[in-house]
Nanobody, 122 residues
């Protein structure tokens, strides 16, 4: 089970840190990803991290502004979002995938959190 938190309202240029708490004893067996969905749009990839945390991958739209990390001892994933823009406004979802490689499409992810709303005002 995944529980996302940390969303809120922030002005453009501001920062937020999203957290994703995972239950279970096999957290380190999963690659973790963040996706977002804006009103009227499809769910899109934001970032992903490998099981060990050694590898991270970002969508071009967030590269250089967002940083993804994980703490396997605490079963937590963190998405630090800096220099936020109005176009970052969306519901953000964390997801877990037990595949061999990191995937940037939502289909293969096995587990999903409930989503947390991020609103960036201009």
């Amino acid at each position: 089970q995944l529980q996302a938190s940390g969303g809120g309202l922030v002005q453009a240029g501001g920062s937020l840190r999203l957290s994703c708490a995972a239950s279970g004893r096999t957290f380190s067996s999963y690659n973790m990803g963040w996706f977002r969905q804006a009103p009227g749009k499809e769910r899109e990839f934001v970032a992903a991290i490998t099981r060990s945390g050694a590898g991270t991958f970002y969508a071009d739209s967030v590269k250089g502004r967002f940083t993804l990390s994980r703490d396997n001892a605490k079963n937590m994933v963190y998405l630090q979002m800096n220099r936020l823009k109005p176009e970052d406004t969306a519901v953000y979802y964390c997801a877990a995938d037990d595949g061999v490689v990191v995937i940037s499409t939502p289909g293969p992810y096995d587990y999903w959190g409930q989503g947390t709303l991020v609103t960036v005002s201009s």
